[in-house]
């Protein structure tokens, strides 16, 4: 199993930038993908990105492509998500999570692990 802890949410005003970042121990021997998700209030969670073990393949939502970056550190097991130009439709609950295996997924279903989520508050 992998266990997931991410950190780095807080309040930041419209355009402005916050970085996540999610760790990630356990079973980190094998091959994983680590994504983003985020849920607002009253709405369901839905995908932000996701990056493979090795980095090479990234997979980002419409709402995020070229505002939000993915990556991931060289030992493999802290995933970071770079936000820029944040909007106050960016506020939401951001969730890291994990599968195993190399296959890029925006389908929450498809990933085992999650962590406890991180509070990320735009105002306008």
């Known amino acids: 199993q992998v266990q997931l802890v991410e950190s780095g949410g807080g309040l930041v005003q419209a355009g402005g930038s916050l970085r996540l970042s999610c760790a990630s121990s356990g079973r980190t021997d094998s091959t994983y993908v680590m994504g983003w998700f985020r849920q607002a209030p009253g709405k369901e969670r839905e995908f932000v990105a996701a990056?493979?073990?090795?980095?090479?393949?990234?997979k980002y939502a419409d709402a995020v492509k070229g505002r939000f970056t993915i990556s991931r550190d060289s030992a493999k097991i802290t995933v970071y998500l770079q936000m820029n130009s944040l909007e106050p439709e960016d506020t939401a609950v951001y969730y890291c999570a994990a599968r195993y295996g190399n296959s890029l997924y925006s389908l929450e279903k498809r990933y085992a692990y999650w962590g406890q989520g991180t509070q990320v508050t735009v105002s306008s």
């Open positions: 990056i493979t073990w090795s980095g090479g393949s990234i």
